[in-house]
């Protein structure tokens, strides 16, 4: 099955008002290609930017598994 299928397939099991919460969340999030202004959805992830600790990158997983605590590492 194709991730179009899936989709297709959970898509099926919303109601219509729903499906219009899905249809203003796939227009409101630039997920169509790209935005007005011609810029792609890859490039607008790679200019998000997070303010964390400076080993996050590299410990990404004991932060979000709680193992470590970003509060304790932040300047």
Known sequence: ???REMIE???????EDRL???????RSSGLR???PA???IMARLRGIR???PADFSEN???YLSGEKR???HLP
């Open 38 to 40: 011609g810029e792609g």
């Open 33 to 35: 290609g790209s935005s």
């Open 9 to 15: 397939e959970e898509l099926d099991k919303l109601s």
């Open 20 to 26: 219009v919460d899905v249809l203003q969340m796939v």
């Open 50 to 52: 997070i303010d964390g």
């Open 60 to 62: 990404v997983d004991d």
């Open 70 to 72: 970003i509060e304790d």
């Open 1 to 3: 099955m194709t991730i």
